[in-house]
């Protein structure tokens, strides 16, 4: 068996065209889009993710601000910002970028942030709505990015056994919450694994979809999927590899070359789920655009 790919670029590529249509639709009335993106410090690979991001509103006319600020900045300068970005009404939505400088905690940065402007999703009122199936609110784009795919790809996850592999707040507990939702898209039944998982396997091996989402190199492999199943690989992680122009190589959670062999259906990495975050995180964006324009 030869599993097929879900090609995340190519998915992401289809909804930024659609996207792109959208976004011409709210500039003839007079709304055009805009996204900020809030950088404390010089982290290589936040400044890659904004870079990406803000080619991705490029493409769609989505109007991208930065904010780049020092890795000194004091948690009051921070806050600041995110008042200022609050209160400025082209700023349909933004992200503070993730991970922080330790001296600012990020839980109170994320309370700051306008819930109306949160197109990560990372609120507790954004959270808390997810969570009672209240689609008011934004989704997050990671676990949005999975779900869209999978819809795209025309792969129907009601009534299926889908295994989450982590429970972060940023993948695993959102994805469940989006999962178990009775509505087009989801209504599926979800285990949710961990560390504390006894027998993680007894567990993958009984699922139709199974989301690795752990942060480890090649941890699901072929022994632990059921033949056929579907499976979901959100991790990104380096290794190094000397052959290699930039001395390391991505590579996912699953162990692609074996897990491929066995599944029906797999996402790379790259190329798989990190193309959909970046598009969920434009939907959030016209999606916050439009409300302004109804307003």
């Known amino acids: 068996m030869s599993a097929r790919i879900l090609d995340g670029n190519e998915t992401a590529r289809r909804l930024r065209a659609q996207m792109a249509q959208e976004v011409a639709q709210l500039a003839a009335r007079g709304v ?3 996204l900020g993106f809030v950088l404390v410090g010089e982290n290589p690979a936040s400044q890659a993710y904004i870079r990406m991001k803000k080619k991705a509103c490029a493409e769609v006319g989505i109007l991208s601000h930065n904010y780049e600020l020092p890795a000194g900045t004091t948690q009051a300068g921070l806050l600041q910002l995110i008042a200022q970005l609050n209160a400025d009404p082209a700023m349909d939505g933004y992200i ?3 991970p922080l400088p330790k001296h600012i905690d990020e839980t109170t940065i994320i309370a700051a942030i306008d819930p109306r402007k949160d197109v990560d999703c990372f609120h507790p009122v954004n959270v808390g709505k997810l969570c009672i199936g209240d689609t008011d609110g ?11 795919l999978l819809q795209e790809n025309g792969i129907d996850v009601a009534g299926a ?3 989450i592999m982590g429970r972060s707040n940023i993948v695993g507990k959102p994805l469940a919450n989006l999962l178990v939702q009775k509505r087009a898209g989801a209504n599926a039944t979800v285990t949710l ?6 027998d993680l396997a007894q567990y993958t091996r009984q699922a139709d979809i199974v989301v690795a989402a752990i942060g480890r190199p090649n941890t699901l492999t072929a022994a632990m999927v059921r033949p056929g199943a579907v499976v979901v690989d959100v991790g990104i992680n380096r290794v190094d590899d000397p052959g290699a122009k930039a001395g390391y190589r991505l590579v996912g959670d699953v162990d692609f070359a074996g897990v491929s062999a066995v599944a029906g259906a797999i996402t790379p990495v790259p190329g798989g789920i990190g193309p959909m975050t970046i598009a969920m995180l434009l939907r959030n964006a016209i ?7 109804a307003a």
């Open 32 to 34: 055009t889009p805009g």
């Open 96 to 98: 503070v970028q993730l």
């Open 138 to 148: 934004f989704f997050p784009c990671t676990p949005y990015g999975v779900v869209v």
């Open 161 to 163: 056994h889908v295994v």
């Open 193 to 198: 694994c961990h560390t504390g998982t006894r």
């Open 287 to 293: 999606r916050a655009a439009r409300c302004r324009g």
